[in-house]
């Protein structure tokens, strides 16, 4: 008979409370999606922090915040957390129960260039399954059901849903060979010998467009467009200096060494992360962002 050295299983029993507190932020939050009482979650993370030796929130009227020990331990929590539902996916007969509509909601650039060209293969092993994608650099409403499953570079901050991290995304500052010809190679009196590529007045609150700004507060701003797409076409065609991903900069050359370095999360509604048209999907992109995680970020230093 296998012998299990229980020390290794201290605390193993709460991670599920500790990845709903997490996600949720509120013991009472958490206490409905686990179907126990807040007092119990609460029993829970005290033990939990026992066994670690470590406290992981900081305790406050408002809520329960991450502290950089837990930030430190939540991927991993959430690795395991995949390999478990994992097993049970295998386990049974899984991809019989698939069928239905599924909403997703992302960025146009997660869109056309990760998801719609796995596609096919996927719902080759979904028949039964639709997928519906909804592309804006908005947030959908999700408390409204305006999607079941969303793909975001910013986490939600009301409502009750599941949040996890998929990966990272960096962005810098590009212009065109023909650009740099006409146009000094770095960044010198705030950018005022720059041009630049500006956004739509309504996107300028979004993290990009910020960013772009405070790297060239004095460049010139002669033109804009409200999208990822339009931005590249512009800067290929030397309009000015922009601020892009990097796996869509293309031909495009990096002005500087300074970097955006945006986090990606997987956003979907708690009463329906255990259907099963929901569930394999949710699997399906986070597969997908870890394949194109090191095309996704260079987060070198």
């Given at each position: 008979?296998?012998?299990?050295?229980?020390?290794?299983?201290?605390?193993?029993k709460e991670?599920?409370?500790?990845?709903?507190?997490a996600r949720l932020?509120?013991?009472?939050?958490?206490?409905q999606?686990?179907?126990?009482?807040p007092?119990?979650?609460?029993?829970?993370?005290?033990?939990l922090e026992?066994?670690?030796?470590?406290?992981?929130?900081q305790r406050?009227?408002?809520g329960?915040?991450?502290?950089?020990?837990?930030?430190?331990?939540?991927?991993?929590?959430?690795?395991?957390?995949?390999?478990?539902?994992?097993?049970?996916?295998q386990?049974?007969?899984?991809?019989?129960?698939?069928?239905?509509?599924?909403?997703?909601?992302?960025?146009?650039?997660?869109a056309?260039?990760?998801v719609?060209?796995?596609?096919?293969?996927?719902?080759?092993?979904?028949?039964?399954?639709?997928?519906e994608?909804?592309?804006?650099?908005?947030?959908v409403?999700?408390?409204?059901?305006?999607?079941d499953?969303?793909?975001?570079?910013s986490?939600?901050?009301?409502?009750q849903?599941?949040v996890?991290?998929?990966g990272?995304?960096s962005s810098r500052?590009?212009?065109?060979?023909?650009?740099?010809a006409?146009?000094p190679?770095?960044?010198?009196a705030?950018g005022?010998?720059?041009?630049?590529?500006?956004?739509?007045?309504?996107l300028q609150?979004?993290p990009?467009p910020q960013?772009?700004?405070?790297?060239?507060?004095?460049?010139?701003?002669?033109?804009t467009?409200?999208?990822?797409q339009?931005?590249f076409a512009a800067?290929?065609?030397?309009?000015?200096?922009?601020?892009?991903?990097?796996?869509?900069?293309?031909?495009l050359?990096?002005?500087?060494?300074?970097k955006?370095i945006?986090?990606?999360?997987?956003?979907?509604h708690?009463d329906?992360?255990?259907?099963?048209r929901?569930d394999?999907t949710?699997?399906?992109i986070?597969?997908?962002?870890?394949?194109?995680?090191?095309?996704?970020?260079?987060?070198?230093?």
């Amino acid at each position: 008979m296998m012998d299990f050295d229980k020390s290794k299983m201290a605390g193993w029993k709460e991670i599920p409370v500790f990845l709903a507190l997490a996600r949720l932020g509120t013991l009472t939050a958490a206490a409905q999606v686990l179907h126990m009482a807040p007092s119990s979650v609460a029993r829970h993370i005290e033990q939990l922090e026992q066994d670690l030796g470590t406290v992981l929130f900081q305790r406050s009227p408002q809520g329960y915040v991450l502290t950089e020990a837990a930030q430190a331990i939540l991927s991993h929590a959430e690795r395991a957390e995949s390999a478990v539902n994992d097993a049970i996916r295998q386990s049974t007969s899984f991809s019989q129960e698939v069928s239905g509509t599924v909403r997703l909601a992302l960025p146009e650039n997660f869109a056309n260039h990760l998801v719609i060209p796995a596609l096919p293969e996927f719902q080759h092993r979904y028949p039964e399954l639709r997928v519906e994608l909804a592309t804006s650099v908005r947030m959908v409403n999700l408390t409204r059901r305006e999607a079941d499953i969303a793909i975001r570079l910013s986490r939600p901050q009301h409502g009750q849903f599941i949040v996890s991290r998929i990966g990272q995304m960096s962005s810098r500052l590009y212009a065109s060979a023909a650009y740099f010809a006409a146009h000094p190679p770095e960044i010198t009196a705030k950018g005022a010998e720059h041009q630049i590529i500006g956004w739509d007045d309504t996107l300028q609150d979004m993290p990009l467009p910020q960013w772009l700004a405070g790297q060239l507060p004095s460049a010139e701003c002669r033109f804009t467009i409200s999208t990822l797409q339009g931005h590249f076409a512009a800067a290929m065609a030397g309009a000015g200096l922009t601020a892009l991903p990097d796996f869509l900069a293309g031909e495009l050359i990096p002005l500087g060494k300074e970097k955006l370095i945006q986090n990606i999360y997987l956003i979907t509604h708690n009463d329906i992360r255990r259907v099963p048209r929901i569930d394999v999907t949710m699997l399906f992109i986070r597969r997908l962002f870890e394949d194109w995680q090191d095309k996704l970020c260079d987060c070198s230093d």
